[in-house]
């Protein structure tokens, strides 16, 4: 069950006040109310910011996000230096265009595409985001994940986006280049996937950077070799040697389920780990995946909170493994929408979630 809303405050008819330690208490907090923030015109004002963590405030992978999110809405920000643990976020209106954002460190770009995604498609016109930064790096989804798991899925709640990948960039250079494009919807379309569908191919990308050809097809020859022992014979896994600002490896894995749904899962290389065990970390946690029957995986069901909530209609999803990253945005998403969540555990983390969503119309382009 959700907790309740003890640590949001109304503070006036279009202000929120959050405590940011809530939940998962890191910046999934700060990020999901901004984009909130920008999609309802409700200023909010985020205290006790990354709360839980060890070094607690804002630390310069998060200020991108907040600066991004601040340039395509015309916001007004205060509180916006590394270790602020309050920050403030009054935004005006969500504008189109071309931005370039660029991170300077190997912070994660995938997570300013989560932030990005959501506001710029209320916009009135389309958008294109050059985003400089980390594409495969610690604690955040892969540019694979997002480009072949996340963004079909999101297409069916009907965003109207792409995903450029020009460079990649791993830890601790970064150095990576994506450009996000964005067109503007009216409303978001509900999504209803409860029933998983047989499994049609397993597809993956192995990539090495800066690092001799044969990590990936060592990453992928293990990979493919435990899903065959597990029974799944089509399974495909392209290997790509690429050019970057640093050594760096993964591999994203997802199964073909039908529907344009994807379940995937993935592994990071690092120093002084065999390409073997990265492959066949992959494929464990895709077959973990699998092994639940569920239709989303842990980290796309994260991701769709958002825009279940959004939704012109009922929404109604079975997803892995109830996170804490999912509770939190559920949470979130009452405060800002009030929307009201329904959630039915089924077995270990397991669980369905179903809301009736907000309906929010882009009044931004004409009909």
């Known amino acids: 069950m959700l907790k309740s809303n003890t640590k949001i405050s109304l503070i006036g008819p279009m202000s929120l ?14 990020r999901g109310a901004v984009a909130l923030s ?50 403030t976020f009054s935004p005006k209106t969500i504008r189109g265009g071309k931005y370039t954002l660029d991170i300077k460190t190997a912070g994660s770009v995938t997570l300013v595409i989560q932030t990005l995604l959501p506001i710029l498609s209320f916009a009135g016109e389309p958008a294109e985001v050059r985003i400089i930064g980390g594409t495969d790096v610690p604690w955040s989804p892969p540019i694979d994940y997002m480009r072949h798991v996340a963004f079909p899925a999101l297409r069916a709640f009907g965003v109207d986006a792409g995903l450029d990948l020009n460079r990649r960039g791993h830890y601790p250079k970064g ?28 597809r993956g990308v192995s990539n090495c950077t800066n690092l001799p050809g044969h990590v990936a097809a060592r990453q992928a020859s293990s990979a493919a070799k435990v899903l065959r022992e597990k029974g799944h014979t089509n399974v495909r896994i392209a290997e790509e040697q ?25 592994a990071l290389g690092a120093r002084e780990k065999r390409a073997e065990d990265v492959g066949r970390e992959a494929a464990e946690r895709l077959l973990a995946e699998l092994q639940t029957g569920m239709a989303v995986d842990r980290h796309l069901g994260d991701m769709i909170i958002l825009y279940m909530a959004l939704a012109n209609g009922t929404s109604e999803a079975s997803i892995s493994a109830l996170t804490m990253h999912s509770e939190t945005m559920m949470w979130l998403s009452k405060a800002f929408l009030n929307v009201e969540w329904q959630v039915r555990k089924v077995e270990g983390d397991a ?15 004409q009909a």
């Open 17 to 30: 006040e959050i405590d940011g330690s809530y939940g998962e208490g890191g910046g999934q907090v700060l």
């Open 38 to 87: 920008c999609l309802t015109g409700k200023a909010v004002k985020v205290f006790n910011i990354r709360g839980r963590r060890p070094k607690p405030g804002l630390q310069p992978q998060h200020l991108i996000s907040l600066q991004a999110a601040a340039s395509v809405s015309g916001a007004e920000v205060k509180g916006l230096d590394v270790g602020s643990a309050t920050v």
């Open 175 to 202: 150095g990576g280049e994506v450009v996000l494009r964005v067109g503007p919807v009216r409303t978001i379309a509900p999504f209803r996937v409860l029933e998983r569908g047989p499994i049609e191919a397993i």
């Open 242 to 266: 690429t050019a970057g600002e640093g050594p760096g490896s993964n591999i994203v894995l997802w199964a073909e389920i039908g529907g344009g749904i994807r379940i995937g899962a993935d």
């Open 351 to 365: 669980a369905i979630i179903k809301v009736d969503g907000a309906g929010l119309k882009n009044v931004r382009i």
